[in-house]
């Protein structure tokens, strides 16, 4: 039943290996985010992608990037982990842009580095 | 900018107990606020929501009024069980501060624990 899947839920790499974590949706919404949670932190928003069209927000690194090949899946990627970069990675979809619109989020990717 | 800010946890509770998690929120327009539960082991789930001034928002015997003049949306439970354990994130969405209008603030969270 479960309509926002990301894997792995847990994923290991060592510093400056590249990585990518999924995530796929059977809502077919037309928005897709992905945050980053720190421990004891709130969430933020690092792109989203509304369609093909990719926002970056200002202050996310360089270091990370996304690719949406098609409506239900969307990949983070990141160049060159670092022990900074470890943290639980959570991706969300909503239908539209509209702020009433509430956003579905899958269960996280917690990301280890070593 | 747009912040959130809501009280530290934990919270920890006997079951029956009354329920009350502050949240206040800087907005540089007219926001809809959240909140969302996330559950141990989980993703973020929405609780409920309020679009409007004076709006409340309720589910689950949850409440939250979105108060203007205070800028507050509190959340409120009459007698907790030991099943609302979890973390609980107040949220904004500001279209006048996002690209996405969608795109949600979130506060840091509160942990609330309840006991039988």
């Known amino acids: 039943d479960a309509m926002v899947i990301q894997n792995p839920r847990y994923q290991v790499t060592q510093f400056g290996k590249p990585v990518t974590l999924s995530c796929s949706q059977t809502?077919?919404?037309?928005?897709m985010y992905w945050y980053q949670q720190k421990s004891s932190q709130a969430p933020k928003l690092l792109f989203h992608?509304?369609?093909?069209?990719?926002?970056n927000e200002a202050d996310t690194p360089d270091n990370f990037q996304s690719r949406r090949p098609n409506t239900s899946f969307c990949f983070l990627d990141i160049r060159s982990p670092g022990l900074g970069d470890a943290a639980m990675y959570l991706c969300?979809?909503?239908?539209?842009?509209?702020?009433?619109?509430?956003?579905?989020f899958g269960n996280g990717t917690r990301l280890t580095v070593t | 900018g747009d912040s959130v800010t809501q009280m530290e946890g934990p919270v920890t509770l006997s079951e029956e107990a009354f329920l009350t998690i502050n949240c206040t929120y800087t907005?540089?327009?007219?926001?809809?606020l959240f909140w969302y539960v996330q559950y141990p082991g989980e993703g973020l789930q929405l609780l409920l929501k309020?679009?409007?001034?004076?709006d409340k928002g309720s589910n689950k015997g949850f409440e939250a009024t979105y108060r203007k003049e205070t800028t507050s949306f509190h959340l409120e439970k009459g007698s907790v069980q030991v099943s609302d354990s979890a973390v609980y994130f107040c949220?904004?969405?500001?279209?006048?501060?996002?690209?996405?209008?969608?795109?949600?603030?979130f506060g840091k969270g509160t942990t609330l624990s309840v006991s039988s």
């Open positions: 907005a540089t327009g007219y926001p809809s």
């Open positions: 969300a979809t909503s239908r539209d842009l509209n702020p009433y619109s509430p956003l579905h």
């Open positions: 309020a679009t409007k001034a004076d």
């Open positions: 992608y509304y369609d093909k069209d990719f926002n």
């Open positions: 949220a904004l969405s500001d279209q006048a501060f996002n690209q996405a209008g969608t795109a949600l603030i």
């Open positions: 809502l077919n919404h037309n928005v």
